[in-house]
């Protein structure tokens, strides 16, 4: 029940977590409930692309390393703006 109603807080309003802790309608309360799942799984599906987000990003930045670790490794030496260039060409499409 706790990320339901955190996610409540996050996502819209609290109060739509008190009106379910405090009604004596168990229609109404049913209602909060129901629209407090739904607003939970927004905010899973919000933290799920987040992740990925920054996976994603964490690998771009991953092959960005070794490609600069390579070229230095194997004594190519090129000025900043060919490598950027390079670096935009390869990993850009992505």
């Given at each position: ?9 996050r996502?819209?309003?609290a109060?739509l977590?008190?009106?379910?802790l405090?009604?004596?309608?168990a ?9 407090l799942?739904e ?10 692309e ?12 991953k ?10 490794r ?12 390079h ?8």
């Open positions: 029940m706790a990320p339901r109603i955190n996610a409540s807080g996502l819209a309003h109060d977590a008190v009106h379910l405090t009604t004596d309608n229609e109404e309360a049913l209602a909060a409930a129901v629209r799942d607003l939970n799984k927004e905010r899973q599906q919000m933290v799920e987040m992740v990925q987000e920054a996976e994603k990003q964490l690998e771009k930045k092959r960005f390393a070794r490609f600069f670790t390579g070229i230095f194997h004594g190519r030496c090129w000025r900043g703006l060919e490598c950027g260039r670096w935009h060409r390869r990993f850009q499409a992505d």
